[in-house]
């Protein structure tokens, strides 16, 4: 077996080249940030510089932020007049709060004064995580009197009812009796 060898041949009249390689003995380090963190580093190299600050905040001061719970411009006028709306958060409790009160959702079938574009593909009209929901005038006012005819109910329970039907002895209401004179013995009038 024979091995053939190729014989390179260089001049060597030339000087030889120097390369420059830097030779480091310390690994780079990679930092990874959460998700979280990646985000706010996002955002630190979106942030405007010491120069742009006076003019980013000019901007938004002049920019009008929009409420995104604000009633859709077409029900407003339908407000305390015909119909009450709410906004209802999308939540677990959501199924409950619609069967035991008088809010119903707001469809394509029950609501066609909303604009179409404003329903998700679910069929509900939906801002920030709520989804709006109406009830009637008469259905709204009644829940809004509620409590203050209750209250007044109870008041009148409490000074007139018991006055008439209470019994002192058996620790109902007692009202005192007007005989014309005060503690004190003397007269009024």
């Excluded at 958060?89 to 008088?102: C, G, M, P, Q, Y």
Aim: charged share 35%.
């Amino acid at each position: 077996m024979t091995t053939k060898t190729k014989a390179v041949t260089k001049d060597i009249s030339q000087e030889p080249q120097k390369v420059d390689v830097e030779l480091t003995a310390e690994p780079k380090t990679v930092e990874v940030l959460s998700t979280q963190d990646s985000q706010v580093a996002d955002l630190v190299k979106e942030a405007p510089s010491l120069e742009d600050t006076d003019r980013v905040l000019a901007a938004l001061k002049e920019r009008k932020v929009p409420n995104i719970l604000d009633l859709p411009e077409e029900c407003k006028p339908l407000y305390k007049t015909k119909y009450r709306f709410r906004w209802l958060a999308k939540d677990k409790n959501l199924e409950s709060k619609l069967r035991t009160s008088i809010w119903m959702l707001c469809t394509r079938l029950n609501s066609p004064y909303i604009k179409p574009q404003r329903f998700k593909s679910h069929g509900a009209v939906e801002q920030g995580g709520m989804v709006l929901a109406f009830a009637s005038e008469e259905a709204g006012q009644a829940r809004e009197d509620a409590p203050a005819l209750r209250s007044a109910e109870l008041v009148k329970h409490y000074t007139q009812d018991l006055a008439t039907q209470g019994d002192p002895k058996r620790g109902g209401f007692y009202q005192p009796e007007d005989d014309g004179e005060s503690d004190d013995g003397i007269e009024m009038e």
